[in-house]
């Protein structure tokens, strides 16, 4: 068996790709499991650090919903907009 070391920039395309095809629930749940099990390895000095560190690791989907509250709001957004332009 063969072991393919990856380099963090591949490992990283990897995980973004990854989070494309995630709900905003599921997305909500892997930013709290890296704030439990990574984050407090990092122990960034003050909250504005560790605000910048979650945007850093959020990267291109930072703007994505992050809970169902949201997506349940989009999704209401969107019906209204159907309804108004039937």
């Known amino acids: 068996m063969s072991v393919i070391i990856m380099n963090a920039t ?5 995980i973004i790709e990854s989070l494309a095809n995630l709900s905003g629930e599921q997305l909500l749940q892997i930013r709290e499991l890296i704030e439990q099990n990574f984050l407090p390895q990092i122990k960034p000095k003050s909250e504005e650090e560790r605000q910048q560190l979650i945007k850093s690791l959020q990267g291109k989907y ?13 999704k209401q957004a969107e019906i209204d907009w159907e309804e108004r332009n039937r």
């Open 10 to 14: 591949a490992i990283r395309q990897q």
């Open 62 to 74: 930072a703007h994505a919903p992050t809970s169902s509250e949201d997506f349940a709001q989009q």
